[in-house]
């Protein structure tokens, strides 16, 4: 459970909501998402869209990422079973989706590893570490080409020296024109970062907001 909460984002910029566990930050992103039903006396509007009434074009443009039990991989397939598999759920039925190639997966997910090298396609889940498969989920994410990205519990990058690798990674999104969510539980995790632009902030356990616009 969560709220009150009343804040407004602009499109193209991030926003970072902080808070402890249990402090509703997931359910919080799933109803932002369209997957979760808010309130009957709640006022959202998500991408010009009012919840929960059109929960279905909300989350054709809403993609979500890092959340437990909803994008969790297989850990025992390969890198490019899953990416194959989430191209044939977003492609046509009578088209065939070919096999993913290491320059396709590149093509594919390169901007959003910046400098970092790229995990093999013949790699299993297993193999990847938690920045390689918090970046992997994000770029299946992508794929959908989403307006707004919610991403949960960034901090399951448990070493802040390389969680700052997926924060630079969000931040390039927004840059790039997709409006971003994403939560994560430290109150100091936005100083702690380093930025191009600071992101906006909300604290949820506090239900005190930083915000650009409001």
């Not at 909460?5 to 998402?33: F, H, N, P, W």
Request: a negative charge; proline letters at 5%; glycine letters at 6%.
């Amino acid at each position: 459970m969560y709220g009150p909460v009343d804040l407004t984002q602009e499109v193209g910029t991030m926003l970072i909501i902080q808070g402890i566990q249990g402090s509703g930050r997931s359910s919080l992103l799933l109803t932002l998402a369209g997957r979760m039903v808010p309130d009957k006396a709640s006022s959202l509007t998500v991408l010009g869209y009012a919840l929960p009434h059109a929960r279905n074009q909300v989350q054709r443009h809403v993609a979500v990422a890092g959340f437990a039990g909803i994008d969790d991989l297989d850990e025992s397939v390969r890198v490019s079973d899953v990416v194959r598999e989430r191209m044939a759920w977003l492609t046509p039925w009578y088209r065939r989706v070919p096999r993913i190639t290491q320059r396709g997966f590149a093509d594919l997910v390169d901007p959003l590893w910046g400098d970092r090298p790229l995990p093999r396609v013949t790699a299993k889940i297993w193999d990847l570490d938690e920045v390689d498969l918090m970046l992997l989920r994000i770029a299946l994410a992508m794929t959908q080409k989403p307006d707004l990205l919610v991403v949960d519990d960034v901090d399951q990058v448990r070493d802040s020296v390389r969680r700052q690798v997926v924060w630079s990674c969000l931040e390039a999104v927004a840059a790039a024109g997709t409006t971003v969510i994403a939560s994560v539980s430290s109150l100091g995790e936005a100083a702690a970062m380093s930025w191009t632009i600071r992101p906006q902030q909300f604290h949820l356990s506090t239900a005190t907001h930083d915000l650009a616009a409001a």
